[in-house]
């Protein structure tokens, strides 16, 4: 950290600032300018976090060096993390792709959802059944009766599968049924519901909140990981901007950029990043060209009948047509990809190096 | 709603869209232009709101008429609701001021600072026990030690208290100690916490998440009032926007607007709005004068020794200051005020109305 | 400036950063830190601006410690500066309102407009000649028949007058008419038209961007007195935000915060900021309050009828009420205005200290 | 266009919105719902632009059903434009790509920096001569000797050159430079400079404005159209957000979106969006993968010594790196490319189509 005496500090102000630095035992390093004094403050990473100098008379501003996260980091983990969920591998070379309704309705169109899914390639499959909704009269989720319906569909497809938790209390219960919990973008600060899942031994899809930036979300994960977690996979799903065409601005460079500075995985979500399901489609080829390692898709058996979402979801033949296109692309761009039988001709040319 | 279909939709989907209607039960009323056909959607709020046209075939968009709020809307309630605290009364002619430290640091610390409180005329003391911390690295709050000590400095001083709650399970631990629980922005959207202290019969304070919108404000009050817990106040804190030269953006307007659509009081939070002590005092003056029922205001009795937001807190001067230039503005708008004894010369001018 | 190097920048990075800094001949202060090397550079404020060390290897970040701006800058001019439009000082004691139609229509519009204006106090006429529309098919304004009619209005009403200029071309055309120039906001940043207007010996106004930070803001109006013209006073007008309720965002703590960076004059305007007519009124006192040295308020004669923004305009009665309210406000915070004899009463209590 | 009337608005009101309607000469279609009246207005597209109901008492608010934008839309075209520029087409198959540096420095910078585009497969060089920077004291570019050099440089490479204009006093002087005149996202809406390059018999590159909405930048060029120059191309560069890790953030869904509303080609410049030369590549991927038509990219000769934006220039192993991985990108999406002769090996595989 970097203080910036302001032009007019007293020399007691400044003493008074070193002296409290020196208190807490980091060490100071002095620069006298012309105009105004410079201290740096060389120490440990959570100790200088926990210097509260700014509000001190006499300080203008400080500046941070180090990088507030730390467990996230790629200076603390080189390598890219891959989580294996029951053999799904996110993360590495192979592009995953999860797909399924927004919200859990019935057992017909989670089944039938679900077998759209896993029959264009899907890997897992999501199904919201505690839905945070924006009004308290609209369709809220069947709870645990969703669970067990998304765990049914596991058992007849053979997906993974992936629903959200809301609540710190319902934290073990989700986490019986699920193969990988979701924290929603609302709750992307809601530090208890972190630590809860940061206790699990279970892969977490950390959302990014509508109006995060990049470092509050890397800490939001350091709260999960400083728990025991590692298992962390951040989604990208867009931000709330000014502009009212889209639902959100998806924001596809924090692809690129969280991929540099953390060594965890990042999934792209660009149904609720569009609103539109026009856009699923260019938007997905774009997240894996800069860099994503797998797509969260919304896909109903029947869009126009969604309870929730439906302008944003695929039907089958959309999904069928986004998952072709996207093998070019993943192949192009050095990756691989596992959609299985329908794409006979484009396996051989794809995913077999 | 009215429902804008596309211009090359078909007369298949059109009647799609109109029988979907008609079993739902709500009225229909068609509008044939040159280019396209609009559908008018009539019936009840809530039925409304549960319906889902964006998605079918040939619908370009929808427009809503209705507000999607109900118990919190002045159409509903026309009167302004008045809160009574134990006594004080918010919402009604007098201008009430929160005050008190970001943060229970300890027991020194919390009563020099409820004091200062006091004695400058407020009549709420302020201070977290729980706090969410953008770092799990950052001090998190003395938890419920933090609460017994805000009961202390209420038995000392005769002071109200209010605290936030971040967990739901600690809703009713917070209710047994606070006369005011608080919802922060970051919670806004936290649902489950929502309809927990919907079900307590307490003053709840619902502070506005930095990215929400107005209309989202007031949806996440309705998930309180929706549980039978009409005592609800919001609080203007700042929202995020480009401008990085203070911490939030101040959304003044929204106070005039909030008092407009609900009957609920608007309580403006310049400390956290601003992030600058020096601005407090403008943006109080302003808020008031825009028509605020109060303000809530960090003061701490040292602020350059608080562990959290110390640069945005006042001391006793500046707070004195501040409250001693808010009663002409308050007199000014022809509201009242009851500061106390300090401000011996300016009661009989202003307050005894 | 302070250059942060990469923890993984080479000495010889580290030796090509301080060579190029000497070459241009300004002082380098190191500081060898355990993890990475910190230069403080040291030099002339635009020679500093003028180095480009961002792109070189090893460097990681720049902090800037001056600010950019000079001649805008209170540290430069610490006495606030007082703008003498004709005998209407703008910056000083006394709260200037400026008031009009949005655009000039015609002779029997502007004339009633400025009849009322006067009447009501306010003391400047605004009036647009010249409108920039964001579509081509928009009234797009009388041009130098709107100038005409400006001057005729002057001259019957006594009204000093403000009107906006687009196009450098029409710069000394506009100026030959008018007392004050206004710069809109979409022109902020039209580098060309501010160094025109920059020549000129006349008052200027300078609303800030939708989208510009205080510094470009600040920026924006260094490029006006660069050039000689030091009669500048800022327009705050609001930002583009997410909140739709609200035409724009008024960023009402960029008040106090100019007044504190700059000696020069604030100007609000409600009208633009908040897009609505009910809402001008509180806003205008908001703004008073902290700290706003005079208003630009739009009153139209029939704002029912207006070509341009009637849903913000105030008519007569609104506009009176207004300016009656203010004058508490005004005094509350210790400053004086002349809103002439519909005030009879108020006047004794409030203007003539 | 829809009015919705106020629940309270009484019939004089109504009939009121009625008897205007009537008077310009528009369809009206009342519907009479059980709370309010809401008016359906029917009629041509820029006759209703040019109705000013919003301010009309009773009147709620009004809702546009037509689009705003007329000869840009697709509607109105439904073909793709593809804009010839000497032999290079733009919105065509082909994927074009414009490099060069930001500003125009000296004759061996232009060069050198103009064989490095030409040589990895460039078609437009691209270079400031007039540079609008935030700050006065910064370098504002060589005006007409920089033009002077592109035209040495085009001589030379035979590469087509775009350049910036900022002041519509020199339009004719830079179109007589140019091949393309760019019109930059500060002037997004000069609508002075639209006008003035309307007029021209040439093509034109419309930069997005920071904060501009998708609709004021499609109304933007619907101003250049509208004067009779159809040779419209958009450039996305990144809009202004909360989020600074970026210099801006790239709506890369902007790309898909344009497309659909409008027949005009789309550029992504990936340099300027991100502000971070490690991004171009990731990004300029993933907008190649979204639809765009043609890339916009600075690279520099010497990026370390740039005079301007250094930090987001691309030399000449970066750029080849990026143009060589573009391919397969471009192949993967079944279009075209020609990026000459170093690619030899990738050029029989991609883009002999």
Redesign the interface.
Same mark, same amino acid.
């Given at each position: 950290m970097?203080i910036?005496m302001s !032009?007019k500090a007293t020399t007691t102000e400044i003493d008074g600032v070193v002296k409290r630095l020196e208190d807490r035992k980091v060490g100071v390093?002095m &620069?006298q300018?012309?105009e105004?004094t410079?201290i740096?403050v060389?120490g440990d990473r *959570?100790l200088v &976090?926990?210097l509260?100098i700014? $509000?001190?008379?006499g300080v203008e501003r400080t500046?941070s060096?180090?990088q507030?996260f730390k467990l996230v980091s790629r *200076?603390f983990h080189p390598e890219n993390t891959i989580i294996d969920v029951g053999g799904v591998k996110i993360g590495g070379e192979e592009i995953v792709v999860i797909a399924g309704p927004c919200a859990v309705e019935n057992e017909k169109q989670l089944i039938e959802s679900a077998w759209i899914a896993k029959t264009r390639g899907a890997k897992i499959l999501r199904g919201g059944a505690f839905k945070?909704?924006? &009004?308290?009269? %609209?369709?809220q989720g069947l709870e645990e009766e969703g669970l067990k319906l998304l765990s049914k569909a596991r058992e007849e497809t053979g997906l993974k599968v992936i629903s959200e938790v =809301? #609540?710190?209390?319902d934290v073990d219960l989700v986490a019986s049924y699920v193969d990988i919990i979701q924290i929603g973008a609302?709750?992307m600060? #809601?530090?208890?519901l972190l630590r809860e899942v940061g206790k699990l031994d279970k892969p977490v899809m950390l959302k990014r909140g509508? /109006?995060a @930036?990049?470092?509050?979300w890397l800490?939001a994960a350091?709260?999960i990981l400083?728990e025991g977690n590692h298992q962390v996979m951040f989604c990208e799903r867009g931000?709330? !901007?000014? *502009? @009212?065409?889209?639902r959100n601005?998806?924001?596809? /460079?924090a =692809?690129? +950029?969280v991929k540099?500075l953390s060594h965890l995985p990042v999934i792209v979500d660009p149904s609720h990043?569009?609103g539109k399901? /026009? +856009?699923v489609s260019?938007?997905s080829?774009?997240? =894996?060209?800069? $860099?994503a390692d797998g797509l969260m898709i919304e896909v109903h058996n029947n869009?126009?009948?969604? +309870? %929730?979402?439906?302008?944003? /979801?695929l039907n089958d033949d959309n999904f069928a047509s986004l998952m072709q296109?996207l093998v &070019?692309?993943i192949?192009?761009?050095g990756r691989t990809c596992d959609f299985g039988d329908f794409l006979e001709k484009e396996k051989g040319f794809c995913c077999e190096e």
């Open positions: 970097i910036i !032009t390093h &620069s300018g012309a105004r410079i740096g060389i *959570e &976090s926990r509260e700014e $509000g001190m008379e500046v060096i180090l507030p *200076e945070p909704r924006t &009004s308290p009269y %609209s369709f =809301v #609540n710190p209390r609302r709750n600060q #809601n530090f208890t509508m /109006s @930036t990049i470092e509050e800490m350091e709260y400083a931000i709330r !901007t000014f *502009e @009212t065409y889209t601005t998806m924001d596809i /460079s =692809v690129p +950029l540099r990043g569009t399901w /026009s +856009l260019p938007m080829k774009a997240a =894996v060209a800069a $860099g869009p126009q009948k969604a +309870l %929730s979402d439906g302008p944003q /979801s296109e &070019s692309v192949h192009a761009i």
